[in-house]
C-alpha cells in the first residue's frame, strides 16, 4: 500500500507540473527532424531544406506519432541550429492548432490573419522538458514504460530546436519580404544614375595611389563574387520553386497526422506518464511543423515577388564590374610607369656619379662602389620592368581564366538543354579549336617556377648585402683605410656612396619581393587556368564526337561540289600558288639554294645507299654475325631512301605559307605539309620492305610478303596521295561569309574522305583478309596471342575505314575525320614498334650468337683439356646455372620483347583514340559497386601492375644476364645471387605498386598487416625462417652457386639457393634438397668459399730396404709433371717413418681449383706406378688376416682343421696398401 500511495503521489506531482507548464511554441524554424523518431512506420519522403537561410524540413520531420514505442523508428537527421527567438507563449496547447490570437490592444501589425503571424517560443519550454526528462529516475516506473517515456521527452526537446530553426528561418524570409520594396527602389535609382567619374591621381603620391589600387582591386573582387552569385541565383529559386509546392503540401498533411495523433490521446486529464510524455512530444512536434510551414511558406512569397531586384542586382554589378576593371587597370599603368620613370632616374643618377668618379681619377674604393651603385641600379631598372610585365600577365591570365569559366558554365547550361543537338555539336568544336594550348600552358608554368626559384636566390644574396651595410661609416672608415686617403673629403664621398648603395639595395629587395608574388600569382593562375582548360578539352571531348555534324548526303551537294571542284582546279589559282613559291625564293635566295643543295645531294645518294644497304643485308644475313652496327647503319639508309620526295612536298608548303598569300595558296600549303607526311609513312614503308633491306635481311621476313606490300605501297602513294592532297586543302580553307565556300567541305570534302576510306579499306583487305596475305606470315605464322583473334581482329581492322565513310555519309563528317586522323598516327606508331621490335629481337640475336660463339670456345678448350690429360677419373658435377642456358634464356627473351611492345602498343592506342573515346576514360571517375573510395580506373590500374610485376619477375632476370650479367668479372654465384635478389625486389615493387593503385593507404591497414604477420609468423614459422636464410645466403654468401660443400656426410656442389630451400648435386648426380635454415644455423664445410685452393695428400709404403731418397724424387718429378699441379707452394715428398707395413712416405701438392683434381689424382698414380716400375722399386703389399675354420677333403665333406678351436692367423709380408686423402 505505501508503494502504491508514493506512486500516485509522483503521477499527480507529474500531470500538475505538465499542467501549469507554457506551451512551448509560436515562431517557425528548421525541420523537425526528431519528430520521425515518434512514428513506427518509416516516414514518407517530404520536405527538403531549403538552399538559403536555415533549413526547411527533411522527409522525417513531424512525422504522425503513433502509440508504439518510439525505439523501433529510424533516428533522422538534425539540422544545424540557428539563434531562437523569445515570446509569450500562448496560454494552452490547444492553440498549438491554430496561430495565436493577438491581445486586445495589439498593433496592426500583430492584428494580421492567423496565415501571417509568425509563431513564438519560449525557451523556457525546452528547460522544463529537461526537468520532467531527469524526474523520470525518480517516478518508480518499469524499464520498458520508462524508455518509451525518455524516447518521448527526447524527441520533445529535439523537435523544439527544429522549431526554434524554421522560426529564425521564417524571420529571416519576413524581413527580406519586408526590405523587398526599399531594395528594388535603391536598386533601380542606382542604376538610373551615371558612373562615377575617375579621380585624377597624377599629382598624388605613389603610396597613395598603391593604396587606391588596393581598394579598388578588393572591390572589384567583392563584385565579381556578387555578380556570379545573381547570376547563379535565378538557376537555384526557380530550381527551388518547383520544390516548394510539394514540400508545403507534405506539411501540411503530416500536420493532420499529427492532429489526430494528439485526438487520439484523449483529454488533459490523463496521469499516464507515457501518455503525457507521447503528448509533450506531439505537441512540440506539431510546432516544428507550424514553423516549418511558415518557412516555406515565405521562402515562396519571397522568391515570387523578389524576381525583379535579383535582375536589378545582376545589372548592377554587370555594370560596375568593367568600370571598376578599367579604373584598377589605369591605377596599376601608372603606378608601374611611376615605378619605371623612378628606377630610370635612379639609374641615370648613379650611371653619372660612376663616370665622374672615373673622370675624376678618384681613389679604387670610390670608382668601385660608384661603379657597383650603377650595376645595382641598372639591375633594377630591368626588374621593376619584369615585375611590371609579370603583373600585366597575370592580369591577362586571369581574365582569360574568367572568360574560360564563364563560357565553360554556359556550355554546360547548353548541354542540359539540348544535348546531343548539331547546333550544340558546332559550338563546341567552335569553342574546342579556340581553347589554350594546354602544352604552351604547362611550358610557361614551369618557366615561372625557374624565374621565381631564381627572384628568391637573389632576394638571399641581396639580404646578405644588406646586411654589410648595417654600420655605414665604419665600412666608410675601412674603405678609406684600404685605399690610403683618410681625408675627410675622401670618408664624406665614400659614406655617401655606401648610403646610396644601401638605398638601391633596399628598393631592389622590395622590388624582387613584389616580383616574386607577382610570378606566384601568375603561376597559380596559370595553374587554374591549366585545370579549368583540361575540364573544358575533356567536357567537349566527351560529346562532340556523339553529335551530328551535318545532314546526310544527298543531291543537294551536287551543286556545291561542282564549286568546289571549279574553285580549287582554276588554272588562275594554281598559278597564284607558283608565284608564291617564285617570290619565297626570291625573298630568300639563301635558303632556297640550301635546300636544294641538300634535295641534290639526297636524290645522288640514292643509288649507292641502295647499294651499300644491300652489303649491310649480306653481312647481317651471315650466321656469323654479331655485331648489331649493321642493322643501325641499315636503319639510317632506309631513312635516307625515304626522305628525298616527302621533304620536297614539305619545303614547297612551307614556301607557300604566307600572310599575304591568297586563301587558296594558303589551304594548299597546310594541305602540301600533311600529305608530306602521310608520303614520308608511306616511303618509310616501302624501303623498309625493300629486297635485302631491314625487314628483309635483318628482321627475316619472309621475301613474299614484303613484295606484295612494296607493290601495293606504291600504288596506295599513287591513288590515295592526290586525293589527300586535294580534301586536306577544301578543309582548311577559310569560310568566307559572302561565299558558298562553307559548303565545300560537307560536299566535295566528304565525297573525297569517302572515296580515300574506302581505297584504304581495299588496300586492308588486300593486306590482311587475302590469301596472299603479307601479314598472314608476318603475325599469324609467328604465333601468338594474335593467332587465335584472327577471325576477329583482320575483319575488324578491315571494316573500320568502311564504317568511317558511312560515318561521314550519314552526317558524322567531323567523327569520322578525327577517327581518319587518329589511325594515321596509329599507322605511324605500329610502323616504329614494329621497327624497334625488329631491332631489339635482332639485338637478342646477336647477343645469342655472340654468348653461344663463347660458350663454344669455352667446350673447345675443356676438350682439348681432357684429351691432354687422358682422364679416366669421373669429373666433377656439372652445375646448372654455370654456363647460360641460351634456349631459356632466348624464350624468355622474346617473351618480355613481346610484352614490352604489347605493353608499348596499349599505352600508345590510349594516348590516341583516349582523347576521342570518352568510353576509354569513363573508368576514371566511376566507382566500383560497394565501393566508395575504389574506381574502375583503380581497379585497371591494379592488374595491369600485377601483369608488369608478373612478367618483370619472370623475364627481366634472364634479359640481365644475357645483356648485361655475362659481361661482368662476376662468377656463376654472383650472378645468380644478383638474379635472385633481383627477383625479390620487383616482386615487393611490384606489389607497392600494385597496392597504391588501389588507393591503398598503408596508415589504413598497418594494424591489419602486423596482425597477419604475428599469425602468419606462428603458422608459418618455418617457410619464414628459411625464406630469411634464403635472402641472407644471398647477400651474406657463405656459400653461393657452384660451391662444393660438406654437410654432414654429404658433399656435393651447390646448383642453385631458392626462397625455401638450396639444391646440392652429389657426386653420383642425385640433388639433396637441404633448407636455408640449417645452411644458416647449422656448420657446413665450404670448400671453396674464400679460397678454391686445395691439396692432394698421397701416402705409399715401400718395402724394407727400399731406396727412399730414390723414390722421394720421383714422387717429386711425378708431381712436376702434372701442369694442373701449382709450383707456389711447391710439392714435397716426404719419408715419415717406419712402419709394419714398410716405409711410409708422403707426396703432398696443391691445385688452384676442384675443377682437375680427380683426373690429377689419376694422372699422379699412373706417373708414379710406372716411374716405380722402372726403377725397381716395390711397393709393399698391405697385411692380411685369415681364419680357418674347417677344410673339405676331395669328396667335399668337411675335415677339422687343426687349431681350428684358436683359429689360424697369417699375415703377409709387406706393408700396407697407398691411400691418398685431401686436407
Not at 246 to 259: E, H, P, S, W, Y
Not at 679 to 693: A, F, K, M, S, V
Not at 787 to 800: D, E, F, H, M
Not at 1110 to 1123: D, G, K, S, V
Request: charged letters at 20%; glycine letters at 4%; proline letters at 5%.
Amino acid at each position: 500500500m505505501v508503494r502504491i500511495a508514493r506512486t500516485l503521489v509522483v503521477f499527480a506531482t507529474l500531470a500538475s507540473t505538465f499542467l501549469s507548464a507554457p506551451c512551448a511554441w509560436s515562431q517557425p524554424s528548421a525541420a523537425p527532424t526528431a519528430a520521425a523518431k515518434l512514428t513506427t512506420p518509416p516516414p514518407t519522403k517530404g520536405v527538403t531544406a531549403p538552399t538559403v537561410a536555415p533549413p526547411a524540413p527533411t522527409a522525417a520531420a513531424a512525422a504522425p506519432v503513433s502509440a508504439t514505442p518510439p525505439a523501433a523508428t529510424p533516428a533522422a537527421t538534425t539540422p544545424p541550429a540557428a539563434p531562437a527567438a523569445t515570446a509569450e507563449p500562448p496560454a494552452a496547447d490547444a492553440a498549438i492548432a491554430s496561430p495565436v490570437d493577438a491581445p486586445a490592444d495589439a498593433s496592426d501589425e500583430e492584428k494580421k490573419a492567423p496565415e501571417d503571424q509568425l509563431l513564438t517560443l519560449d525557451p523556457k519550454t525546452k528547460e522544463d522538458l529537461e526537468q520532467r526528462l531527469k524526474s523520470l529516475d525518480a517516478a518508480g516506473l518499469s524499464e520498458d514504460e520508462k524508455a518509451k517515456a525518455v524516447a518521448y521527452y527526447q524527441q520533445a526537446i529535439e523537435s523544439f530546436d527544429v522549431a526554434l530553426q524554421q522560426v529564425a528561418a521564417a524571420q529571416g524570409y519576413q524581413q527580406q519580404l519586408d526590405a523587398l520594396p526599399v531594395e528594388t527602389e535603391s536598386y533601380a535609382a542606382r542604376l538610373a544614375k551615371s558612373l562615377p567619374p575617375y579621380e585624377d591621381v597624377s599629382g598624388e603620391p605613389l603610396a597613395k595611389v598603391e593604396g587606391r589600387a588596393t581598394t579598388t582591386e578588393t572591390a572589384l573582387g567583392k563584385y565579381r563574387v556578387d555578380l556570379a552569385a545573381m547570376i547563379a541565383e535565378p538557376k537555384r529559386r526557380a530550381q527551388r520553386m518547383s520544390e516548394l509546392p510539394k514540400q508545403i503540401a507534405d506539411t501540411q498533411q503530416r500536420l493532420k497526422q499529427v492532429d489526430g495523433e494528439i485526438e487520439s490521446l484523449g483529454g488533459e486529464e490523463v496521469s499516464d506518464i507515457v501518455t503525457i510524455s507521447r503528448r509533450a512530444a506531439l505537441t512540440q512536434a506539431k510546432a516544428s511543423l507550424v514553423a516549418t510551414g511558415q518557412a516555406l511558406n515565405r521562402e515562396q512569397r519571397l522568391y515570387q515577388d523578389g524576381a525583379q531586384l535579383i535582375k536589378l542586382r545582376r545589372d548592377y554589378f554587370a555594370r560596375y564590374v568593367p568600370h571598376k576593371e578599367k579604373r584598377l587597370a589605369m591605377l596599376t599603368e601608372e603606378i608601374n610607369r611611376r615605378r619605371e620613370e623612378e628606377a630610370a632616374s635612379q639609374a641615370a643618377v648613379a650611371v653619372a656619379v660612376a663616370e665622374a668618379a672615373t673622370a675624376k681619377a678618384r681613389p679604387q674604393a670610390i670608382s668601385t662602389l660608384a661603379t657597383e651603385n650603377k650595376e645595382l641600379a641598372e639591375l633594377r631598372t630591368k626588374v621593376v620592368a619584369d615585375m611590371n610585365a609579370a603583373s600585366k600577365q597575370a592580369k591577362s591570365v586571369e581574365s582569360e581564366l574568367r572568360a574560360l569559366e564563364t563560357q565553360f558554365n554556359k556550355a554546360e547550361e547548353q548541354d542540359k538543354v539540348d544535348e546531343l543537338s548539331a547546333v550544340n555539336g558546332q559550338l563546341l568544336r567552335e569553342q574546342q579549336s579556340k581553347l589554350p594550348s594546354l602544352r604552351a600552358l604547362r611550358r610557361n608554368s614551369a618557366q615561372r617556377e625557374a624565374e621565381r626559384a631564381t627572384v628568391l636566390l637573389q632576394i638571399y644574396d641581396l639580404s646578405d648585402q644588406q646586411s654589410e651595410l648595417a654600420n655605414v661609416n665604419e665600412l666608410a672608415d675601412q674603405l678609406a683605410a684600404q685605399s690610403g686617403d683618410l681625408s675627410d673629403e675622401t670618408r664624406a664621398e665614400i659614406r655617401k656612396l655606401l648610403e646610396a648603395k644601401r638605398d638601391i639595395l633596399n628598393q631592389l629587395v622590395n622590388n624582387y619581393t613584389d616580383y616574386s608574388t607577382n610570378l606566384a600569382t601568375l603561376h597559380s593562375s596559370e595553374s587554374q587556368l591549366i585545370a579549368m582548360t583540361e575540364r573544358y578539352s575533356a567536357f567537349i571531348a566527351e560529346r562532340v564526337l556523339w553529335i551530328r555534324s551535318g545532314a546526310p548526303l544527298s543531291q543537294a551537294d551536287f551543286a556545291p561540289m561542282i564549286d568546289a571542284a571549279r574553285w580549287s582546279l582554276a588554272p588562275a589559282r594554281w598559278n597564284d600558288a607558283g608565284h608564291a613559291v617564285t617570290q619565297s625564293a626570291n625573298q630568300k635566295p639563301g635558303q632556297f639554294a640550301l635546300f636544294i643543295l641538300g634535295i641534290v645531294v639526297l636524290l645522288v645518294a640514292q643509288r649507292p645507299a641502295r647499294r651499300r644497304l644491300r652489303e649491310l643485308g649480306e653481312e647481317a644475313a651471315k650466321r656469323s654475325c654479331v655485331r648489331l652496327r649493321p642493322t643501325f647503319d641499315a636503319l639510317c639508309l632506309t631513312i635516307v631512301l625515304a626522305l628525298p620526295w616527302p621533304t620536297l612536298l614539305a619545303f614547297l608548303g612551307w614556301t607557300m605559307d604566307s600572310l599575304n598569300s591568297s586563301e587558296f595558296v594558303r589551304s594548299l600549303s597546310v594541305a602540301t605539309r600533311f600529305t608530306a607526311v602521310c608520303l614520308l609513312l608511306i616511303e618509310l614503308t616501302r624501303h623498309l620492305c625493300r629486297r635485302g633491306g631491314l625487314a628483309d635481311a635483318h628482321f627475316d621476313w619472309s621475301e613474299t610478303c614484303l613484295h606484295h606490300l612494296r607493290r601495293r605501297m606504291q600504288w596506295l602513294a599513287i591513288l590515295g596521295l592526290p586525293l589527300v592532297l586535294w580534301l586536306v586543302g577544301l578543309e582548311t580553307q577559310q569560310q568566307e561569309p559572302t561565299t558558298t565556300s562553307s559548303h565545300w567541305s560537307p560536299s566535295l570534302g566528304r565525297a573525297l574522305f569517302i572515296v580515300v576510306m574506302l581505297l584504304l579499306a581495299k588496300f586492308l583487305h588486300r593486306n590482311l583478309l587475302a590469301k596472299n596475305s603479307p601479314f598472314r606470315q608476318i603475325v599469324l605464322i609467328g604465333g601468338g596471342w594474335l593467332k587465335p583473334l584472327q577471325i576477329t581482329w583482320r575483319p575488324a581492322v578491315t571494316a573500320l575505314p568502311a564504317i568511317l565513310a558511312v560515318l561521314a555519309a550519314v552526317g558524322y563528317y567531323y567523327t569520322a575525320q578525327q577517327s581518319a586522323l587518329r589511325i594515321l598516327q596509329t599507322v605511324a606508331m605500329m610502323l616504329a614498334v614494329l621497327t624497334l621490335g625488329g631491332i631489339t629481337r635482332r639485338w637478342l640475336l646477336v647477343n645469342r650468337r655472340r654468348l653461344a660463339r663463347e660458350q663454344a670456345k669455352q667446350r673447345r678448350a675443356q676438350i682439348l683439356a681432357a684429351v691432354e690429360t687422358d682422364s679416366a677419373a669421373p669429373p666433377t658435377p656439372e652445375l646448372a646455372d654455370d654456363t647460360v642456358d641460351l634456349a631459356a634464356l632466348s624464350e624468355q627473351t622474346q617473351t618480355l620483347v613481346r610484352t614490352f611492345l604489347g605493353f608499348t602498343t596499349a599505352v600508345g592506342l590510349v594516348l590516341i583514340w583516349g582523347a576521342i573515346l570518352p568510353a576509354l576514360a569513363y573508368p576514371a571517375g566511376h566507382n566500383l559497386p560497394g565501393a566508395k573510395e575504389l574506381t574502375w580506373g583503380h581497379l585497371a590500374s591494379f592488374l595491369i601492375a600485377l601483369t608488369v610485376t608478373y612478367v618483370s619477375v619472370r623475364d627481366i632476370p634472364a634479359l640481365l644476364e644475357l645483356v648485361i650479367l655475362q659481361h661482368l668479372p662476376l662468377d656463376s654465384g654472383a650472378r645468380y645471387a644478383f638474379t635472385s635478389i633481383s627477383r625479390y625486389l620487383l616482386t615487393a615493387l611490384g606489389l607497392i605498386i600494385a597496392f597504391k593503385c588501389l588507393n591503398g593507404d598503408w596508415s589504413k591497414i598497418q594494424w591489419l598487416v602486423a596482425a597477419m604477420s604475428v599469425g602468419l609468423g606462428f603458422g608459418l614459422q618455418e617457410i619464414f625462417a628459411n625464406f630469411v636464410s634464403g635472402i641472407i645466403l644471398l647477400f651474406e654468401r657463405p656459400i653461393r652457386v657452384g660451391d662444393i660443400v660438406t654437410l654432414g656426410e654429404k658433399s656435393g656442389v651447390v646448383n642453385r639457393i631458392r626462397m625455401r630451400a638450396t639444391t646440392i648435386i652429389d657426386w653420383d648426380r642425385k640433388e639433396y634438397i637441404v633448407p636455408n635454415k640449417d645452411l644458416v644455423t647449422g656448420r657446413l664445410l665450404n670448400w671453396t668459399l674464400s679460397d678454391q685452393m686445395n691439396r692432394i695428400e698421397i701416402l705409399l709404403y715401400l718395402s724394407h730396404g727400399a731406396d727412399t731418397d730414390q723414390a722421394c724424387e720421383l714422387l717429386l718429378e711425378a708431381a712436376r709433371e702434372q701442369h694442373h699441379i701449382l709450383s707456389e707452394p711447391a710439392p714435397s715428398a716426404v719419408f715419415e717413418g717406419i712402419t709394419d707395413a714398410g716405409l711410409k712416405l708422403a707426396l703432398r701438392c696443391f691445385l688452384p681449383t676442384l675443377e682437375h683434381r680427380g683426373a690429377t689424382i689419376h694422372q699422379l698414380y699412373s706417373t708414379i706406378d710406372r716411374k716405380f716400375r722402372a726403377s725397381g722399386i716395390e711397393v709393399s703389399s698391405p697385411p692380411r688376416e685369415m681364419r680357418v675354420r674347417f677344410l673339405r677333403d676331395q669328396h667335399g665333406n668337411p675335415v677339422a682343421a687343426p687349431h681350428a678351436a684358436f683359429g689360424a692367423r697369417t699375415e703377409s709380408a709387406g706393408s700396407k696398401a697407398g691411400k691418398h686423402s685431401a686436407a
